[in-house]
């Protein structure tokens, strides 16, 4: 068995009658185990079922009888300081335990807790190479996408260029929506959801979620400028998408405003020019 945490499961049994024993899970004061993990040391009893010398519970007990159990031996699985599990030995007969059992079982428990820790620590690198290799993959496509907007916004494609490309990389319909009074009108079926979406991010939330539709709010300097909307479920690489699309279309949207005003302020001398120096 093994000790995860505040609790001991028995994991695998060899030569039992019955399959009542797999799964059971005890405290740590409990039974045979609370001494032997406990005290991270051999004990063991000459008959189970009737030892007072611990704390007996009613469903170990219950597949205890059900083995027959009485004599018990156990020993811990110890991995430096540590103590990982037990291992125990098992007679349907009362019985002592001799120092010679006791030191062979103890061997075999070493053994068997570098096997346990070699799997365990296996099963940890891969783990972490796996998540290793998606957080790779994540960061490789994010520098994908961040590439594709860039160069959007290089060429001066503008808002409804870079609101297609979003649309393109995630295969799922995209708006921009400037104004909850101007909703777009492929979304005109679900204004109610966009607008709860609009009003959410306007309030300051950086995502919304609504009936079908995943929002971003799109601002600069803290200046609220809009909602990048998806049409479809909740999905973490479309988020993830929306994520960095929306600075873009801020950039984009800055620029665009940037032009109208240099645009104006261009009239407005001349018209100054005009009427300062009217043509003779």
Known sequence: ???????????????????????IRL??????????????????????????????ITGADSAARSENMRGLLGVPLRV????????FACKRQEREFADSEIALLSSLAAHAAIA????????RLET???????????????????????????????????????????????YFVADAN??????????STVEDVFTRCRDGAET?????????????AQQFLGVLISVGDEDAETGLLLDRAAPAIALSLAEERAAAES??????????????HPAT
């Open 1 to 23: 068995g093994s000790v995860y945490g505040d609790a001991f499961v028995i994991e695998v049994t060899s030569g039992a009658l019955t399959p009542n024993l797999v799964g």
């Open 263 to 276: 645009a104006r302020r261009a009239q407005d001398a001349f018209l100054v020019d005009l009427l300062s």
């Open 182 to 191: 101007a909703i777009p009108t492929p979304l005109q079926n679900s204004v």
């Open 80 to 87: 430096g300081d540590r103590v990982i599990g037990a291992l």
């Open 208 to 220: 919304a979620v609504g009936d079908g539709l995943l929002g971003h709010r799109v601002a600069a």
């Open 27 to 56: 405290a740590q004061n409990e039974g045979l185990v609370g001494v032997v993990v406990g005290n991270a040391a051999p004990s063991w009893t000459p008959d189970y079922q009737s030892e007072p010398a611990f704390r007996h």
């Open 128 to 174: 972490v190479n796996t998540q290793l290799s998606k957080r790779t993959a994540d960061l490789e496509q994010t520098l994908r996408w961040d590439r594709t907007l860039t160069e959007v916004v290089l060429r001066g494609g503008g808002v409804q260029r870079l609101v297609g490309e979003v649309a393109s990389l995630s295969a799922r319909p995209a």
């Open 116 to 123: 346990i820790e070699n799997v365990r620590t296996i099963e």
